[in-house]
Every structure is written in structure tokens, then in C-alpha cells.
Antibody, heavy 118, light 108 residues
Framework: EVQLVESGGGLVQPGGSLRLSCAASGFTFASYVMNWVRQAPGKGLYWVSA???????YYADSVKGRFTVSRDNSRNTLYLQMNSLSAEDTAAYYC????????????WGQGTMVTVSS | EIVLTQSPGTLSLSPGERATLSCKAS???????LAWYQQKPGQAPRLLIYGASSRATGIPDRFSGSGSGTDFTLTISRLEPEDFAVYYC?????????FGQGTNLEIK
């Protein structure tokens, strides 16, 4: 079964840092583009970042310079390092797998909640 | 950044009716890389359509996507009770890979 399981969310103070992880199973992780998508409470979807099979990275303007996406293909794990967090970053963060031939997201994790508050 | 504008914001219809959802982009992007997702409360989104018009695996044929350039449409031919949800479009042809703000399809 193809599965993505996020972890690492929680409560963090403004200006703080957090690292999210996403454990992948059931597919050849190294062969796919992976994404992070977030959703603030009661709001819509917001694409955050992507990393290609070869490690090329892409970011939304609002997180560029603060967030870093990375992957460890030997551990089948995707990461999101988040620094300088603010209340606007409060959201459920989804790990999301792109399709084989394009980056439409065909598999989503269950999400991990990040709350930025003092 | 490509801005996607979905309309209407809320669509109230009855089961059996036809639903037409619009997604307009602020500029064109490569290869019609436009996807549609369905999201129900408390659940992760589900991919319905990719490449503007190709149905994802397991998606019923009452769902269809069309359009090109900057204008895209998701059509649900005959609404089933389980189709009432929020629908999002996303372009993944030009980074940042933006989403529309969503259309809430509700039961009339």
C-alpha cells in the first residue's frame, strides 16, 4: 500500500523552528517529485515546496529563505525545515507525492499540525 | 506567480443535477498542467483530474475536465450525494505551483 506519514508538528513560539518529516512506503520514493502543501484552519490549500528526484528545490514566495525542503532517498523520507516561524505559518502540513509523468499530487499524507503561538 | 481564480465560490445544487466549476489563470502555463482535487471535511484532498482533462485512477466518468490556456472547467455530469465537497484547481506547470481558492459544492 502506498503511504505517506508525516510527523514533527506541534506548538512552537514565533521566531522558532521546527522540522517536519514524511516517511514514504509502498513505492520507489527516489523516483518521484515530492511536495509539501499546507492548509490553515478553515482555509484553502497552499502549495509550499517541491523537490525533484534529483534534488532540485522549489518554494512559494512566502517561505523562500525560511523553509528548506530535503530528501533522504536511502531512508525514503522527505523533510521540511522551517525557521523564523510566524502565526501565518499555522496550518496542517501535508506531504504529497507527484505522479510519475507530472507533478499532479496523486497521494497525500494525513497531515501534521503546526501551531505558531506564544 | 500565476493566480488561479475559481468561480463560483459556492455552488448550491441538488443530486442528479449537473455541476460546472470554473478555474481561470492569470497567465498561461506549460502543457496544460492543471489538476482538480476534491476535499471533504477532515480528509486530505483527492486527485480527480490531471493534465486538464485526464481522469485519475478510480475516478468515476461523471467527472470530466476541459479547457486550455487560461480557462479550465470541471464538470460533474450528474451529482451523487458523495460529490458534495470543496473542489480546488492547481497549476503545476510553473513554480510556484499555485492553488485556486476553492469552490464549495453544497446540497441545495
Amino acid at each position: 500500500e502506498v503511504q505517506l506519514v508525516e510527523s514533527g508538528g506541534g506548538l512552537v513560539q514565533p521566531g522558532g523552528s521546527l522540522r517536519l518529516s514524511c516517511a514514504a512506503s509502498g513505492f520507489t520514493f527516489a523516483s518521484y517529485v515530492m511536495n509539501w502543501v499546507r492548509q490553515a484552519p478553515g482555509k484553502g490549500l497552499y502549495w509550499v515546496s517541491a523537490i525533484t528526484e534529483r534534488g532540485t528545490t522549489y518554494y512559494a514566495d512566502s517561505v523562500k529563505g525560511r523553509f528548506t525542503v530535503s530528501r533522504d532517498n536511502s531512508r525514503n523520507t522527505l523533510y521540511l525545515q522551517m525557521n523564523s516561524l510566524s502565526a501565518e505559518d499555522t496550518a496542517a502540513y501535508y506531504c504529497a507525492k507527484g505522479r510519475w509523468t507530472d507533478n499532479a499530487v496523486d497521494i497525500w499524507g494525513q497531515g501534521t499540525m503546526v501551531t505558531v503561538s506564544s | 506567480e500565476i493566480v488561479l481564480t475559481q468561480s463560483p465560490g459556492t455552488l448550491s445544487l441538488s443530486p442528479g443535477e449537473r455541476a460546472t466549476l470554473s478555474c481561470k489563470a492569470s497567465q498561461s502555463f506549460s502543457s496544460n498542467y492543471l489538476a482538480w482535487y476534491q476535499q471533504k471535511p477532515g480528509q486530505a484532498p483527492r486527485l480527480l483530474i490531471y493534465g486538464a482533462s485526464s481522469r485519475a485512477t478510480g475516478i468515476p466518468d461523471r467527472f470530466s475536465g476541459s479547457g486550455s490556456g487560461t480557462d479550465f472547467t470541471l464538470t460533474i455530469s450528474r451529482l451523487e450525494p458523495e460529490d458534495f465537497a470543496v473542489y480546488y484547481c492547481q497549476q503545476y506547470g510553473s513554480s510556484p505551483y499555485t492553488f485556486g481558492q476553492g469552490t464549495n459544492l453544497e446540497i441545495k
